[in-house]
């Protein structure tokens, strides 16, 4: 898929990685970005291609109401998250029910939502931006996120599976930490997010299903074919 001329709709967008997918998206000659938020004020792109829209993950209506209003649609970005931090063993379970309302059922939602746009334009490209806790719980507080990422992952390969016919790549991008504000308590080697939006585009452009973007994610999914032993190392000894 060619960037340039496509009309994108990149969800939280008004920071972090997704902000970065805007300027990459621009970058490339893209006609139109839809840069959603919850608070689509916050987002302060002078570009005249870029057009602000509310979109939640967890209001269906938000989702929409987007969907109405960008029609023209052919490469949807789901980058919008969250992490509550929660304990599997510990936490209360609305927690770890809001982790996967947001990551698995609101990303599900966003796809259905602009599936037929995207079949109606002739295809396109579906990005998932999705975490190398997927594969891996590595910390405590990292339980529930790693659940809701795993759920994430395996449905960006059903939902893969039945787009096929429609022209419609559907990719997952994997990273270990990125220097957002989402890791900043995180005490961990974090790479630029511009460097996530450049690795991913570069892969729709390419026709990639799966982005590694950092040696993290590289070495994990290596690892996953091995005994699993060699990832949880440093917690038995």
Same mark, same amino acid.
């Given at each position: 898929?060619?960037?340039?001329?496509?009309? #994108?709709? !990149?969800?939280?967008?008004?920071?972090?990685?997704?902000?970065?997918?805007?300027?990459? =998206?621009? %970058?490339?000659?893209?006609?139109?970005?839809? @840069?959603?938020?919850?608070?689509?004020?916050?987002?302060?792109?002078?570009?005249?291609? *870029? *057009?602000?829209?509310? =979109?939640? &993950?967890?209001?269906?209506?938000?989702?929409?109401?987007?969907? #109405? #209003?960008?029609?023209?649609?052919?490469? =949807?970005? +789901?980058?919008?998250?969250?992490?509550?931090?929660?304990?599997?063993?510990?936490?209360?379970?609305?927690?770890?029910?809001?982790?996967? %309302?947001?990551? &698995?059922?609101?990303?599900?939602? !966003?796809?259905?939502?602009?599936?037929?746009?995207?079949?109606?334009?002739?295809?396109?490209?579906?990005? +998932?931006?999705?975490?190398?806790?997927?594969? *891996? @719980?590595?910390? %405590?507080?990292?339980?529930?996120?790693?659940?809701?990422?795993?759920?994430?992952?395996?449905?960006? +390969?059903?939902?893969?599976? %039945? =787009?096929?016919?429609?022209?419609?790549?559907?990719?997952?991008?994997?990273?270990?930490?990125?220097?957002?504000? $989402? $890791?900043?308590?995180?005490?961990?080697?974090?790479?630029?997010?511009?460097? !996530?939006?450049? #690795?991913?585009?570069?892969?729709?452009?390419?026709?990639?299903?799966? *982005?590694?973007?950092?040696?993290?994610?590289?070495? !994990?999914?290596?690892?996953?074919?091995?005994?699993?032993?060699?990832?949880? @190392?440093? &917690?038995?000894?």
């Amino acid at each position: 898929m060619d960037i340039a001329g496509a009309t #994108a709709l !990149v969800t939280g967008a008004n920071r972090g990685i997704g902000r970065r997918f805007v300027d990459q =998206l621009l %970058e490339r000659g893209a006609e139109r970005v839809y @840069a959603t938020a919850r608070r689509p004020e916050a987002i302060g792109f002078s570009d005249p291609r *870029v *057009v602000p829209l509310r =979109l939640d &993950l967890l209001d269906e209506k938000s989702i929409s109401e987007a969907a #109405a #209003a960008a029609q023209d649609v052919t490469l =949807l970005v +789901n980058n919008a998250g969250i992490t509550t931090g929660a304990d599997l063993l510990t936490a209360d379970l609305d927690m770890i029910r809001q982790d996967l %309302e947001t990551h &698995l059922f609101g990303t599900l939602r !966003v796809i259905r939502a602009f599936a037929p746009a995207l079949t109606a334009n002739g295809g396109g490209a579906i990005v +998932n931006v999705l975490s190398v806790l997927a594969w *891996v @719980a590595t910390h %405590e507080g990292s339980g529930s996120y790693s659940v809701a990422k795993a759920a994430e992952w395996n449905m960006t +390969n059903g939902v893969r599976v %039945e =787009l096929a016919g429609r022209n419609i790549l559907v990719q997952g991008v994997h990273l270990g930490a990125a220097d957002t504000d $989402m $890791m900043a308590g995180r005490d961990a080697p974090k790479i630029d997010p511009a460097d !996530v939006a450049r #690795a991913s585009l570069d892969g729709v452009q390419a026709g990639s299903i799966e *982005v590694l973007v950092d040696d993290p994610s590289r070495f !994990v999914k290596a690892a996953l074919s091995g005994d699993p032993a060699q990832l949880y @190392a440093p &917690l038995t000894g």
